[in-house]
């Protein structure tokens, strides 16, 4: 029972540098979502997909790109990372409809320096 | 603006009482409020779910209320244990595209 699948767990970037968090989910769910965390605030929605082949800004996206692989995969993209991209990310899943909640992966530390 | 507040100072209860966390909100007519709880290191817990025309759900030691006049949900622990204890997240559904906006959570710590 995997759920949600998040890759790396930690991971430090220099300024300038890119790289992809990846995500997977093996429920079937039709929605998958990219938020970060920062100390005192709620988590924020950088993009999310409602179902395959579909994906839309959420409230944080700037410096972001996502991609939609198939219905399991879900990755985001910083091109050119920068300090203020320093948090923990997290990536989740739901049905498309929330009775049941969303999943959500153990999360991807990102510290850019 | 629109905003969720929840207490940012964390919650000390003493092991078996009960614990009451809150969730208030302005500006919003959520269709639903959920739940989660949150240990360090690790992703939130999807716990539990309330709709908008419910008043109160249930699960085990669970209790969660939603009180659409006064914008507020309460999320009730009995019995609390020590193992209760970790951060604790409301959400709201405020559009159709199901999305989430989330406070910024409670500490729990329940002592021995």
């Known amino acids: 029972n995997a759920g949600v699948t998040q890759t790396p767990k930690f991971q430090v970037l220099k300024t300038g540098q890119s790289m992809t968090l990846q995500c997977a989910q093996d429920?079937?769910?039709?929605?998958m979502y990219w938020y970060r965390q920062d100390p005192g605030m709620g988590l924020r929605l950088i993009y999310y997909?409602?179902?395959?082949?579909?994906?839309d800004k959420g409230e944080v996206p700037n410096g972001y790109n996502v991609s939609r692989l198939n219905k399991r995969e879900f990755s985001l993209r910083l091109e050119s990372a920068a300090p203020s991209q320093t948090s923990v990310y997290f990536c989740?899943?739901?049905?498309?409809?929330?009775?049941?909640?969303?999943?959500f992966g153990s999360g991807t530390r990102l510290t850019v320096v | 603006s629109q905003k969720i507040e929840q207490n940012s100072e964390a919650l000390n209860i003493q092991e078996g009482k009960t614990a009451t966390l809150t969730c208030n909100y302005t500006?919003?007519?959520?269709?639903?409020l959920q739940w989660y709880r949150q240990d360090p290191g690790r992703g939130p817990v999807f716990l539990l779910l309330?709709?908008?025309n419910e008043k109160e759900k249930r699960k085990e030691r669970l209790k969660v209320t939603f009180d659409t006049t006064l914008k507020q949900s309460l999320f009730h622990i009995t019995a609390s244990q020590p193992a209760d204890s970790a951060t604790y997240l409301c959400?709201?559904?405020?559009?159709?595209?199901?999305?989430?906006?989330w406070g910024a959570g409670t500490k729990l710590i329940i002592k021995p």
């Open positions: 989740a899943s739901s049905e498309s409809q929330t009775s049941y909640g969303y999943t």
């Open positions: 429920m079937n769910h039709n929605s």
């Open positions: 997909s409602a179902s395959e082949g579909t994906t």
């Open positions: 500006n919003y007519s959520p269709a639903y």
């Open positions: 309330i709709r908008e």
């Open positions: 959400a709201l559904e405020v559009d159709s595209n199901y999305q989430l906006i």
